[in-house]
Nanobody
Framework: QVQLVESGGGSVHFGGSLNLSCAAS????????MSWVRQAPGKDVEYISR????????KYAESVKGRFTTTRDNGKNTLYLQMNDLKPEDTATYYC?????RGRGTQVTVSS
């Protein structure tokens, strides 16, 4: 059974940082690209990053490029999202995604 469990969210001030984690199980993590997405209340899901199965290929949305960094540890079956220089518009629930699966998400709130 595929499980994706996000953690590390919280409340920070403008310019702060957070590091999100996603623990994966139930599939061979090292064989698949992974993504981070987010959804703010009343808004569509936004794809913010994608990392290739070996970590060598990275893509970011323009809205987070230069501020967010996605990495993975295939030995620990874990995906990470380091978020720096956070802005109020980054406030959302953040999810990791594999194929059609998403976790329950972790809430990030940025105050001005």
């Amino acid at each position: 059974q595929v499980q994706l469990v996000e953690s590390g969210g919280g409340s920070v001030h403008f310019g702060g940082s957070l590091n999100l984690s996603c623990a994966a199980s139930g599939f061979i993590f090292s064989r698949y690209d992974m993504s981070w997405v987010r959804q703010a209340p009343g808004k569509d899901v936004e794809y913010i990053s994608r990392i290739s199965k070996d970590g060598g290929g990275l893509k970011y949305a323009e809205s987070v490029k230069g501020r967010f960094t996605t990495t993975r540890d295939n030995g620990k079956n874990t995906l990470y999202l380091q978020m720096n220089d956070l802005k109020p518009e980054d406030t959302a629930t953040y999810y990791c995604e594999y194929a059609t699966y998403r976790g329950r998400g972790t809430q990030v709130t940025v105050s001005s």
